[in-house]
RNA sequence: GCUGGAGUGGCGGAAUGGUAUACGCGUCGGUCUCAAAAACCGAUGUUCGCAAGGGCGUGUGGGUUCGAGUCCCACCUCCAGCACCA
C-alpha cells in the first residue's frame, strides 16, 4: 500500500499532537546526564515560516534528535527576536497596533514550526517584546550603565533619513541602511553608546578559540575588530610647543614623511588656518567635505581615485621628530577623524594613497627603503608607491635595516627619546544602541534638571512600554509624545523629571536570549546561575552567515560582561558554529520581490514534512548554497514510499534468529553494518547530512536487493529496523510510525539507542583489489583477505590482462596495499 | 587592494595520497498495461574500435610520488566579507 496523502496527514498530525502532548522534548537539568544545548538564531516573526527557516531549522533539528538518540540530554529551545521596526510598518500599513500584529505573526510561525515536527521545548518559548523578558535588557543596561560599559554621548553619528534613526556602525553596509538601503548620513545627536571596546583585546583573542566556527566568520570578526600595531608619533606645530599626534603601522618609513594629512574635522586645521592666506580656502573645504556624508567619502566610489583625493594647505608647518625638517600640513578628505588619531604623516613614496595625494597636489617625495629588484627607485620614475619590503635609505643611522626591522627599532627608539610611543589602534568601536523608535525596549533613564541623568532604581523594572503611542513614521521618538509616559518623579530627588524616550536597538535582545532559554521564566533573577552553569555553553549554534558579525559578536560581548558580573562561567557563548547556505531557486535567492517563493505549506500539504526535510538534507551539505529542485523533492519520496511499502510488505514481526549464514545473508549484515558506520561518521565528522541519508539509501538497495527462498526473516528486520533507526533523525514522523507498525514496544523512536556497529562485521573473506602497471589500472582481482606479498605476485602476475603490459620488461618494484590494490612498476 | 572559500558527468553532489564520478535527479531502453501514469529491471564521463581492448579525463601550467581531485609552487575564473582604517 503506497503512503498517500492522506497517511502522511494523518501520521504527521498524531505524532505532533504525541510528542506535544506528552512533553517528549521537555529538558531538565540533570547532572549525572551529559547535556547538549543545540540552538538555531530564533526568527523575527514576520509572517509564516519560510524555506530559510525551514532549512536552518530542520539542520538543528536533525543534530537535536540525533544526540538524543546517542544519549545526551539535549535542550532545543525556540522563541522569537519580537521586537523591531517591520512591526511599526506594517502596523501603519494595516491600522493595527506593533504588539497585535506582532503577537498574530508569532501564532503563525509558532503553527508552522509544528508543522514540520520539530523537537523544541515549548515551556521554554519566550518572545523579547514581553515586559518579563525586557525587563532583564533594562537590567543588563543598568549594570553596564554602573560599570560604565553604558554611556551617554554627543556625536556624528550614522542616520537612515528614511527609517527616522540612527544606526550602528555595523548597520551600515556600502554606506547605506542595511534594512532599507536608503543612503546613511551624518547627524550629530546625545545618544547611548555601549563600550565594547572595553573588550576588544578578549573578543579578538578568545577567538582563538573558536575551532569548531567556520574560518570565514572568525576572519570577519577578527577584520572587523581590526587590531593594527604601530606608533603614535609627535609632529610639533611649528613655532609653538603644541603637538600634532599621528598614527602609524609604517614607523619603519618616518624619515619619507614629507607632509601631514588632518582629517576635515580636525580640531587643528581651523587652527593651523587661522590668520594665514589658506583661512578661507580651508573653510571652503571643510565646509564641502561635510556636506559629502561619511558614507560616500568612505564608499568604494572615491577609492584609488586619485582625481577625488581632495585636500588644501593649511597654511601651518609641522616639525618631523626624528630629523627636524619643517614639512607641510594639509588636511584632505582621504583621511577620516574616526580612526586613529585623526592625523596621518604622508610617506608618498610607500603608500599608495599618499602617492596620489601627492601627485594631485605636487608634494615632495623621498625614497626611504630599496627596493630589491629595482635598486634606483626615484621618486620622478615611480608610477606609484612602492609598499614591499626591502632596506632603509635616508634614514640616518637605520640605513640598511631592513623594514620589518626597521619598524620595531624605530618605534623602540621615538619612544625612549619622547618622539612617539608604540601604539595600538583598533577598528572596533563603541556600540550605538538609542533608537528614535517606539517598538522595542525602553532605555532605563531618568533625566532630572537637578541630578542629571538618574538610573531607573532596579526595583522599578520593568520600564513597560505604553501601549497608546502614536506610530506616524516620521521619525522622532515616539515614545516622546506620550505624556504619562515622559513625565516622572526623579527616584534622587523626587522633582519632576522626564524619561528617557529612545528604546534599544533590538540587537541587544537578541545579545543574551541563549542565557535566559536556561530558565526562561525566571522572574526574580535575569536567570538560574546554576542552570545556566549546566547548559551553558551552547553546543550547537546554527544560523545564517549574514550574522557573522554583528549578532555573533555582540553576543560574544554580552557573555564577557555577565561573566566578568559572575553570572556565567564561560568566556564564549558558542562552542560550534554551523552557518548554513541559502536556499536558491532559479539560481537566485527566495524573495517575495522576485516572486520565486515556495510555499512551505504548500510542500508539506502535498508531500509531507518528512519528505520536505529529507530533500533539503540531501540535496546539498548544510553549509552550502541549496537549488530548490521539484524532482529531486519528488525522488526523496519515492525514497520514503520504498522505505514504507518495505516495511508493510516484508517486515515478518517475531521472526527468530537464524543459525547459519550464506553469503547473500552475510552480504546484507555487511551492508547493515556499513551503513550505521557511513551514518554515524557522517553526523560526527560535521553534520554531512546529504551523505549520511545517501548511506541509508545504500542500505535499502541492499534489503531490496536482498531476496529468494534463502531470505532469513531475522536478518531482514534486523537491516529493516537499522534502516528506520538511521533514519528517524531525519524523518521523525514516519520513522515513529514505522517503529510502532513493526510492533516495538517503545513509545517513541526518540530515545531508542542509535544503532552499533561492528568493525568484525565488516571484514569479509575475499577483498576486491585493483592491480596497476605503471599507475594505471590494468586489472581487478578477487583475493583473500590480507593476503600476502607472495601470494599477490602469483596471482597477479598470472593474470593475462597484467601480462600484457608486462611480457618482456623487468619488474622493478611490486607494492602492495593491502586489502587495496599492488602497484607494479616496470 | 586585503581576508576567507570554491572550481569534479547533462544537473545536485561523493571520494583517510590508493579502482574518480558513491547516492540522487535527468535521459535512454525494457517489464507490466488496450494505453498512459505509477512501480520495477537495466544502461548512462568522453573518444577510437565489430569486438577484445586502448587513448583522454576533477579550472590552467609545473613539481613531489610507484600512485595526485587530494600535497607543494605559479597562475586563471567565480562567490562572499571588508575596504582611502594610515
Redesign the pocket.
Known amino acids: 500500500m503506497?503512503y498517500t496523502t492522506n497517511d502522511i496527514k494523518r501520521v504527521e498530525e498524531k505524532w505532533q499532537a504525541y510528542w506535544s502532548e506528552h512533553k517528549i522534548f521537555k529538558a531538565e537539568m540533570d547532572l549525572k546526564k551529559q547535556k547538549y544545548y543545540v540552538l538555531e538564531m530564533f526568527p523575527y516573526p514576520s509572517g509564516k515560516i519560510h524555506m530559510g527557516h525551514v532549512r536552518n531549522y530542520t539542520i538543528a533539528d536533525v543534530i537535536a534528535r540525533y544526540k538524543m538518540m546517542r544519549g545526551y540530554n539535549v535542550m532545543h529551545p525556540m522563541g522569537y527576536d519580537a521586537f523591531g521596526q517591520p512591526a511599526e510598518n506594517a502596523a501603519i500599513k494595516r491600522n493595527t497596533s506593533p504588539s497585535e500584529w506582532t503577537y498574530k505573526c508569532i501564532d503563525d510561525m509558532r503553527a508552522g514550526l509544528r508543522k514540520m515536527g520539530f523537537s523544541y521545548d515549548w515551556d521554554r518559548e519566550l518572545a523579547t517584546c514581553d515586559d518579563s523578558y525586557y525587563k532583564w535588557n533594562q537590567w543588563i543596561f543598568l549594570k553596564m550603565a554602573e560599570k560604565g560599559l553604558a554611556y551617554k554621548k554627543g556625536s556624528p553619528v550614522n542616520w537612515c533619513p528614511s527609517c527616522a534613526t540612527t544606526l550602528a556602525n555595523e548597520e551600515v553596509?556600502?554606506g547605506a541602511c542595511w534594512r532599507c538601503k536608503e543612503l546613511v548620513i551624518q547627524k550629530d545627536l546625545e545618544q547611548w553608546y555601549l563600550k565594547i571596546t572595553h573588550y576588544s583585546e578578549s573578543l579578538l583573542e578568545d577567538l582563538k578559540k573558536l575551532n569548531n566556527w567556520?574560518?570565514?566568520v572568525v576572519?570577519?570578526q577578527?577584520?572587523?575588530i581590526?587590531k593594527?600595531f604601530?606608533a603614535d608619533i609627535f609632529f610639533k606645530v611649528k613655532g609653538t610647543e603644541d603637538v600634532i599626534t599621528v598614527?602609524?603601522?609604517?614607523p619603519d618609513t618616518i624619515f619619507g614623511a614629507t607632509y601631514v594629512t588632518l582629517?576635515p574635522e580636525h580640531p587643528w586645521v581651523k587652527k593651523l588656518a587661522k590668520g594665514t592666506s589658506q583661512e578661507a580656502a580651508v573653510a571652503a573645504f571643510i565646509e564641502k567635505s561635510a556636506n559629502i556624508s561619511k558614507s560616500l567619502?568612505?564608499?568604494?566610489a572615491?577609492?584609488?581615485?586619485a582625481e577625488?583625493?581632495?585636500g588644501v594647505f593649511t597654511g601651518g608647518y609641522a616639525i618631523n621628530p626624528v630629523n627636524g625638517e619643517t614639512i607641510p600640513v594639509w588636511t584632505g578628505?582621504?583621511?577620516?577623524?574616526?580612526?586613529?588619531?585623526?592625523a596621518?604623516m604622508a610617506v608618498p613614496t610607500h603608500?599608495q594613497?599618499d602617492f596620489?595625494f601627492a601627485r594631485a597636489h605636487h608634494l615632495p617625495m623621498r625614497v626611504v627603503i630599496q627596493d630589491p629588484k629595482n635598486p634606483d627607485l626615484a621618486p620622478e620614475q615611480m608610477t606609484k608607491a612602492y609598499e614591499d619590503a626591502g632596506a632603509l635609505v635616508n634614514s640616518k643611522h637605520f640605513n640598511g635595516t631592513l623594514n620589518e626591522e626597521a619598524k620595531k627599532k624605530i618605534s623602540v627608539w621615538m619612544q625612549e627619546s619622547k618622539m612617539g610611543r608604540v601604539s595600538v589602534?583598533w577598528?572596533l568601536r563603541d556600540w550605538l544602541i538609542s533608537r528614535q523608535r517606539y517598538w522595542g525596549a525602553p532605555i532605563p533613564m531618568i533625566y532630572c534638571k537637578a541630578c542629571g541623568i538618574v538610573p531607573v532604581p532596579y526595583d522599578q523594572l520593568p520600564v513597560k512600554l505604553p501601549k497608546n503611542a502614536p506610530i506616524t513614521g516620521e521619525g522622532g521618538s515616539p515614545l516622546a509624545k506620550v505624556k504619562e509616559f515622559v513625565d516622572v518623579k526623579c527616584p534622587k530627588c523626587a522633582a519632576d523629571a522626564r524619561r528617557e524616550t529612545d528604546t534599544m536597538a533590538t540587537f541587544f535582545d537578541s545579545s543574551w536570549y541563549f542565557l535566559r532559554y536556561c530558565s526562561a521564566h525566571n522572574d526574580r533573577e535575569i536567570f538560574d546561575v546554576k542552570e545556566a552553569a549546566y547548559w551553558m555553553p551552547v553546543d550547537q549554534y546554527i544560523g545564517g552567515?549574514e550574522h557573522?558579525?554583528l549578532h555573533l559578536l555582540y553576543s560574544r560581548f554580552f557573555t564577557k560582561f555577565l561573566k566578568d558580573l559572575g553570572l556565567v562561567g564561560v568566556a564564549e557563548p558558542f562552542d560550534r558554529l554551523l552557518t548554513q547556505g541559502m536556499v536558491l531557486k532559479d539560481g537566485e535567492v527566495m524573495s517575495k520581490s522576485k516572486g520565486n517563493v515556495v510555499d512551505p505549506d504548500e510542500v508539506i500539504s502535498k508531500f509531507g514534512a518528512d519528505t520536505l526535510r529529507m530533500f533539503i538534507l540531501?540535496?546539498?551539505?548544510p553549509e552550502?548554497?541549496?537549488?530548490w529542485?521539484p524532482?529531486?523533492l519528488?525522488?526523496?519520496w519515492?525514497?520514503l514510499?520504498?522505505v514504507w511499502n518495505t516495511v508493510e510488505a516484508r517486515y515478518v514481526k517475531g521472526a527468530t534468529l537464524a543459525v547459519a549464514m550464506d553469503a547473500q545473508d552475510k552480504k546484507l549484515e555487511l551492508e547493515r553494518n556499513a551503513a550505521v558506520k557511513k551514518v554515524t561518521e557522517s553526523m560526527e565528522g560535521g553534520f554531512?547530512f546529504?551523505?549520511a541519508?545517501?548511506a541509508i539509501?545504500?542500505l535499502m538497495?541492499a534489503v531490496?536487493k536482498y531476496q529468494g527462498p534463502a531470505v532469513k526473516p531475522a536478518l531482514l528486520n534486523k537491516a529493516i529496523e537499522t534502516a528506520v533507526l538511521l533514519l528517524a533523525p531525519f524523518v521523525p514522523h514516519v520513522a515513529e510510525e514505522m517503529w510502532q507498525a513493526m510492533g516495538k514496544a517503545d513509545k517513541t523512536i526518540a530515545f531508542v539507542p542509535w544503532p552499533s556497529y561492528s568493525e568484525e562485521a565488516l571484514k569479509t573473506e575475499t577483498v576486491?583489489?585493483?592491480a596497476?602497471v605503471?599507475?594505471?589500472?590494468?586489472a581487478?582481482f578477487e583475493v583473500p583477505r590480507d593476503a600476502d606479498e607472495a601470494v599477490l605476485r602469483s596471482i597477479v602476475l598470472a593474470d593475462e590482462?597484467v601480462q600484457?603490459?608486462t611480457a618482456g620488461k623487468d619488474i622493478k618494484?611490486f607494492?602492495v596495499?593491502k586489502n587495496?590494490?599492488v602497484?607494479i612498476?616496470v
Request: glycine share 10%; net charge positive.
Open positions: 503506497p553596509i556600502d567556520p574560518s570565514r576572519a570577519m577578527e577584520n572587523w581590526g593594527s604601530g598614527f602609524t603601522t609604517r582629517a567619502r568612505m564608499s568604494g572615491l577609492l584609488g581615485n577625488r583625493k581632495e578628505d582621504y583621511v577620516l577623524m574616526e580612526y586613529g588619531t585623526g596621518i603608500d594613497r596620489e589602534h577598528r552567515i557573522a558579525i540531501f540535496a546539498a551539505p552550502d548554497q541549496l537549488e529542485n524532482a529531486g519528488e525522488g526523496n519515492r525514497f514510499n520504498r554531512k546529504n551523505t541519508i545517501s539509501m545504500v538497495n531490496d576486491r583489489i585493483a596497476q605503471n599507475g594505471k589500472v590494468r581487478e590482462g600484457r603490459h618494484k607494492i596495499i587495496k590494490l602497484s612498476v
